[in-house]
C-alpha cells in the first residue's frame, strides 16, 4: 500500500522538475549577436514599412517581433530559414484573411484561420510559428486590416516579411553564421560516425520521422554528434 503513493509522488516530483527552465546552451557572443541583429532588423523593417506605406504599422509589430527572435535568435532553425518567415507569414495572411471574410463571427474564425494557416504551411514547407499571430491578426487586427482585405498580404506582412528576411541573410553571414542554414546538396555533409554501428544520415533521418517534431535537421544533428566525440576522444587523451 505504500509503494503506490510513493510511485505516485515520484513521478509527480519528476513531472513538475521538468516544468523548471534548464540553461540554454549558448554562448555570449551568439547572445549578443541575436539581441543585436533582432534590434537592427525591426528598426530598419520599421523604417521601411513606415517610408513606402506612409505609416508605422503598430499592429504588425508583434508578429514581425517573433519571426525576428528565430531568424537571429536561431538562425539555425528549420523554422527560422528565410522561406519558412516569407512564406509562413505571407500564406497565413491569405488564410486568416480568406477566413474573415467568409466567417463573421471571430472566435470560430481566429481558429479557423490558425487551422488552415498550419495545415498549409506543413504542405509548402514553411512552418514558421510567428504565422499563427499573422492569420488572428488578419481576423481580429480591426477596421484598418479588414479595409486593406488581400493587400494585406502584400503590405506589411509580405513586405516586411522579405526585408527581415533578406536582412537575416546579411546579418547572419557578416556574423559568420551559415545562412540560409541547410547544406545544398551538392555541399559536403558529416561524415558517419565512428560507433560500433555506425549510423548514417538515413538512420537520422528516421529516427527524426519516428517522434515529434525537432528542431534540428539531420545534417546538424550529426555534425553535433561528431562535435561530442571529438570532445569526449580529448577529454578521453587528457585523462
Known sequence: MDEQPKSWLRRTRIFLSRLWPHPLAVGKKQIFLASLGAGIGLVLTSLLS??????LNLWFVAPVGASAVLLFG?????????WSVVGGNALSAF?????????????????????????????????????????????????????????????????????LALLAIIFNNLSGRRYPHPLAPEEVKPQPLSLPIPLTRTDLHEALQSGELLDIDEDDLQALLQRAEQIAERRLLNS
Not at 140 to 156: D, E, K, R, S, W
Open 50 to 55: 513606415h517610408w513606402m506605406l506612409g505609416e
Open 74 to 82: 536561431v538562425p539555425a532553425s528549420p523554422l527560422a530559414q528565410p
Open 95 to 163: 488564410a486568416g484573411v480568406t477566413v474573415s471574410l467568409l466567417i463573421p463571427n471571430p472566435a470560430l474564425a481566429c481558429g479557423v484561420a490558425a487551422c488552415l494557416a498550419i495545415v498549409l504551411m506543413f504542405q509548402l514547407r514553411c512552418l514558421h510559428p510567428p504565422g499563427g499571430a499573422v492569420a488572428l491578426t488578419a481576423v481580429i487586427g480591426g477596421p484598418a486590416v479588414q479595409h486593406l482585405g488581400y493587400q494585406f498580404v502584400l503590405t506589411p506582412v509580405l513586405l516586411n516579411s522579405a526585408t
